[in-house]
């Protein structure tokens, strides 16, 4: 349970690390402006438009009569709404670390230089780390989107759906947002999708701690661009510590190898 802690502890570093550093936190607003604004237009859309999606998705139920019919499209108007905003939540922080890579790749590389050590660099020309990124990322919301489905279904069972299932929900949107916000300081250092996944599996409540609370601070409105700078650096403290050489000596898979993968 101290991995739970300890996780949260990153979280609150990384915003207190912007907070000493207010240029970069201003450097690092400008991606998450852009995603909350295609965003907020997205879920309005969806917001206008579920009902009538709904509707078109149960015309077998056009016959029903009252209290059934209001009852299974509101239901399903709900939980249509309620995965769109899971959807948002879980891509957000892909999408705007795409946009945003060259910021957040800079705001990654300072934060090692003022903690000391070495500052890994990639190597690579943008439009390669950008690719690696794109492509990174599909992987990843593809898992996601396995993982909504299920949930989805499983919203339907009694009791289950309502006290579990949203459990289970923020754990997988914790999950992934760690791994999406640590793949920033990970990539420079080599590593391969598959081997940011074994690392992060080795450390699951450490990546909880520090997904989860981030992953609910989401769900208010406007509080995800203020908090990407510093979700950004707390990440970068993560990995430093995730990949530091005590678990170096440990890896069977070691970074430059992944690295090397990855390049060719």
Not at 203 to 223: D, K, N, Q, S
């Amino acid at each position: 349970m101290r991995d739970l802690g300890a996780g949260f502890g990153y979280l609150i570093k990384g915003q207190r690390w912007v907070g000493r550093h207010g240029r970069w936190f201003g450097f690092g607003l400008l991606p998450g402006l852009i995603s909350l604004v295609l965003y907020a237009a997205a879920l309005v859309g969806l917001g206008y438009g579920a009902d009538d999606l709904v509707d078109w998705a149960t015309p077998f139920a056009d016959d029903w009569s009252s209290p059934w019919l209001g009852l299974l499209r509101t239901t399903l108007t709900v939980l249509v709404f309620g995965l769109g905003l899971f959807l948002a939540v879980i891509t957000f922080t892909a999408v705007t670390l795409l946009i945003g890579q060259p910021f957040y790749e800079s705001l990654s590389e300072q934060v090692d230089r003022t903690e000391g050590g070495e500052v890994p660099e990639s190597g690579l020309p943008l439009w390669r780390e950008l690719w690696i990124s794109a492509r990174d990322s599909v992987r990843i919301l593809v898992r996601v989107g396995l993982y909504s489905v299920l949930l989805f279904a499983l919203g339907f069972v009694p009791v289950l759906g309502q006290t579990v299932v949203p459990v289970l929900g923020f754990c997988v949107t914790g999950y992934f947002l760690t791994e999406e916000l640590t793949a920033v300081a990970l990539q420079r250092r080599g590593m391969a999708l598959k081997n940011r996944l074994a690392l992060l599996r080795g450390r699951r409540l450490l990546t909880l701690g520090f997904g989860v609370p981030l992953g609910l601070a989401f769900l208010i409105p406007f509080v995800a661009v203020f908090l990407m700078p510093g979700a950004v650096a707390g990440a970068t403290l993560l990995a430093r510590d995730l990949v530091g050489p005590e678990n170096e000596d440990d890896d069977e898979d070691p970074a430059p190898a992944a690295y090397t993968l990855d390049k060719d």
